[in-house]
Each structure stands twice: as C-alpha cells, then as structure tokens.
C-alpha cells in the first residue's frame, strides 16, 4: 500500500518531534489520498451516459454530480474510497425502476472529479449542498466509507427517511489504525494530524475530529437503518456493521451475506431489490440480524 513506507515513518516519527505543524499537514496529506482513481465499467457506461450531469465548486476543487429521473423522491448515493459513483449504477437503475430519482456524485481526487485527495468534510459539503437542491431524500444509500461520510452529514442537518449500509465503516478509529499501521506510526503523528484538521480543515468546529465516527450520536439520524455486510469482506471488518447495528437499536436491521466480499455486494441483485424494498416498507420493521442463505 505505502511503497515507501520505511522512509515516510522515519522522516514523519522524527518531524512530529520537533515540528508538529509540518508533520500534521503531511500525514493527512497521506492520509485523505485515495489509492488510485477508478475507470468507469463497461456495464455502467450506459446509465451513467444517460445521467444530468452537474458540478458543485469544494474548498476549489471541482465536483461532478448525476442525476436521474424526474426530481421526485430523490434518493442519494454515496460512493467509497477509492470507489466512484458509477460503481452504485445498479442501485440507481432500481430506483429509477420504482419511481425514484437517484442522486450522486464523484468525490474530490475520484472519478471525474478534480483534486488528488478528498476528505470526510469534503463528502459532507456535497451532501449539503445536494441535499439543498433536492430537498430532504426519501432514502441515502451509502457503500463503504460513504456510510461514515454519509452518518456525519446525516447528523449535521442533512434529512432522509430512511438510510442503507453496505459494507460500512463505522468507525473512524479503523482508519487510523489501518493507516498507523500501515506505515509504523508514532501515535503523536495522529495527535499533529487531529491539530491539523481541527485548526485548518474545520477550524470553526471544536472537537469535530470526536463527530467523524458514525456511531456517535445515533439518536441525531432519527430514521430506519438497513445494513448488509458480508462476512468475508476483506476491506471491512463485519464487526464494523454490527457496531452501527448496535448504536442505532431497535431502529436497525443487518443481513450478513456470503461469498460477494466488500464489492460485488454492490451489485447483488438480491441485495438491490431487499433494499428497494426496504424504501418503501412500512415503518417499524423487526430489528436485528439476518444471515443470507445465497
């Protein structure tokens, strides 16, 4: 993952010692940079094709988004690291098949958009400002570490009626650690790199680094949650979907799936059609956890 990890620990270890400033900029430098930028498939070519494209202007960077349908119970879809929006094409083209209008976007340093980097508050200032030309969504559909972007921006004054999970990352200490990790890290690296956003990124939000993790706060979202999750994921721990099953109660409910890993769920059509139907279930859905038979 970091070719170089060896040099970037010794010189960031060293740096944070004598020069918290620097080493802070530099590690989230590292740390919101997505690894690679993804191509369109050849199965989502056509739908995305057929989309309205749009383009929003974050913190200078230029932002794609796509739209389908004709505006009525707008739906968002949140894409993950690394990832794009056409890769949820197959959600988009079920919803439109039941009347909804699918909502999207390339985040900054993915898919068309511009910048070589993106980040949490980032997600949440497109989600804002799509969830102001929408209106509140009927439902967000969110993969991977859009669930944690997503959550963030749901408890920021973003609406929806209800809300869908697929292989989420719950909490914003498996970033860390995997990227600690990953590159042998002093925890006083993550300490500059905490300074670095709360003075920096958002620096009229005290504490704002405690908010990332989507866990906190569940009361704030207010509506039914739906997670999937397979158990051989190899990007996110099921652990992950089983914390936010816990956080949010009565209010949720996880299908652990077999064999589709951390992105074939993504087009699963059992799993698009049981979260369509979900959309336009009756409220208070039976909680708790499934394992899919498939």
């Not at 009361?219 to 089983?242: I, K």
Request: hydrophobic content about 40%; aromatic content about 8%; glycine content about 12%.
């Amino acid at each position: 993952m970091y070719p170089m990890a060896p040099l970037i620990r010794t010189a960031l270890n060293a740096t944070a010692r004598v020069a918290p400033g620097p080493a802070g900029r530099w590690a989230f430098h590292l740390f919101v940079r997505p690894l690679g930028r993804a191509r369109v498939k050849p199965e989502e070519q056509n739908l995305l094709a057929a989309a309205r494209t749009g383009h929003l202007r974050v913190r200078g960077k230029d932002v794609v988004t796509y739209a389908w349908g004709d505006g009525r119970r707008p739906v968002l879809l949140v894409h993950g690291w690394s990832s794009r929006a056409s890769r949820l094409t197959a959600f988009a083209e079920a919803l439109l098949a039941r009347g909804y209008s699918p909502v999207t976007f390339d985040a900054p340093g993915h898919g068309d958009s511009s910048g070589s980097a993106g980040n949490i508050v980032e997600y949440r200032e497109i989600i804002r400002e799509l969830h102001a030309r929408h209106g509140d969504f009927d439902a967000v559909v969110a993969h991977s570490f859009g669930v944690l972007a997503a959550l963030f921006a749901l408890r920021d004054g973003v609406r929806t009626a209800r809300f869908v999970g697929l292989g989420g990352v719950g909490s914003f200490d498996l970033l860390l650690a995997g990227f600690r990790t990953g590159l042998g890290l002093d925890e006083r690296v993550l300490r500059c790199m905490r300074n670095h956003v709360e003075r920096r990124i958002a620096p009229d939000e005290p504490g704002i680094w405690d908010r990332f993790g989507a866990d906190r706060d569940p009361g704030e979202l207010g509506a039914p949650v739906l997670l999937f999750h397979d158990e051989s994921d190899d990007m996110v721990p099921l652990a992950q979907s089983r914390l936010l099953a816990r956080s949010h109660g009565d209010r949720a409910r996880l299908v652990v799936t077999r064999g589709l890993g951390h992105r074939r769920i993504l087009k699963d059509p059992d799993v698009v059609a049981e979260a369509v139907e979900f959309l336009t279930a009756p409220a208070g859905e039976p909680s708790g956890e499934r394992v899919t038979t498939g």
